[in-house]
């Protein structure tokens, strides 16, 4: 079942013993405090980890820049749903050096091929992350609005329990990567 963002907050708040919202326009404590937290608290999560569902990929389009580059030297546009970079590739293989500045990558290449973490729609999220961003909002909407410390560490903890087993169920969505030609097995014969 696909959550919307404020069902997940809805959710989250009555984890903790406060009153449900309907819209982050609602006039209460609750409203104000789950608008201003909840897209920071989602694009923390899906930083936190190299979420499988949530990677995409795409070539990059050449920036003009104004700063003086390296010879062979490119900037590459950042999509705008850009939340962490997983790699950077040219038709080559792996680029080994590149630094993000600003919205755009710089590297040594003419092309730029980015896997990266995604921001995505809100209800698109998986089970196992609902659940893991709930528990997580729970815990950051605990002292705001009930000034509870106590409670507030224990969703703390239930949070990165639920964050472990929704990084568990991620990892199993699809074959591990085989180690290839690594020197070491070819040693043993």
Sequence with gaps: M?????????????????????????????????????????????????????????????????EVLGAGEGMFVLPGDFIRLLSLETEGGAVAEFELVQGAVRCAADRAYLRYVGRMADGAFPAFFDLALITRLAAEFCVPLTESTSRAEYLFKRAEDQFRSARLADAQQSTPRAIGDFTLIGARG
Excluded: H, K, N, Q
Aim: charge should be negative.
């Design 2 to 66: 696909a959550l919307s963002d404020i069902a997940l907050c809805a959710r989250a708040l009555v984890m903790i013993g406060a009153a449900p919202i309907v819209s982050f326009e609602d006039d209460t404590a609750e409203a104000e405090v789950a608008g201003m937290l909840y897209p920071a608290i989602r694009d923390g999560m899906l930083a936190a980890y190299p979420w499988r569902f949530a990677a995409r990929g795409a070539w990059l389009a050449r920036r003009e820049s104004e």
